[in-house]
């Protein structure tokens, strides 16, 4: 998650920048050593020692930072909006009511299923393949536009 982009998202909701500020500064300017049952490394990485490598700082979240959740699905709302938009997913329509739902895709944690319907029922699966191909090529570019640099589905 890059930093630029997750703070975006964030201040959408009204969240005010200082905050923000504070965490993805904290998180960029730390440093990490691996501690080990012979002790703490030698060794380490990020903060000072990436800026005097001229290296850009490392990104994303914090694992277990408690904001994190919730930065990610602001990230995630945006893009699914975005291939809604585009016209993918699935449309259902209930048996009863006879009301009609669009789903995007289904996700848990840091996993995707995309969803995709035909457009008629005389569709094969065949006939989907080139249009799920399409929705998960646009999920994929939606990911790299929004700072997320592994792919989810």
């Known amino acids: 998650m890059i930093h630029n982009v997750t703070t975006l998202g964030m201040q959408c909701t009204g969240m ?26 030698k060794e380490w990485y990020g903060g000072k020692k990436r800026q005097r490598e001229r290296k850009l700082q490392l990104m994303g979240a914090g694992q277990g930072n408690g904001a994190a ?10 893009i699914i909006k975005v291939m809604a938009l585009l016209g993918f ?29 035909a457009k008629s029922t005389t569709s094969t ?22 700072g997320v640099t592994h792919i989810l589905c």
Do not use: R
């Not at 005010?16 to 490394?41: D, F, N, V």
């Open 89 to 117: 997913g699935a449309v259902f329509t209930t048996a009863i009511s006879l009301q009609t739902i669009s789903v995007v895709c289904s996700m848990f944690v840091d996993n995707c299923d995309l969803w995709q319907s």
């Open 69 to 78: 959740p919730t930065a990610y699905g602001l990230l995630s709302a945006a």
């Open 16 to 41: 005010p920048h200082q905050p923000i500020t504070a965490m993805l500064t904290c998180l960029q300017e730390s440093s990490t050593h691996i501690l080990t049952a012979y002790g703490t490394s």
């Open 125 to 146: 699966g065949e006939d989907i393949v080139p249009q799920m191909q399409k929705a998960a090529d646009a999920w994929e570019g939606c990911l790299a536009a929004k």
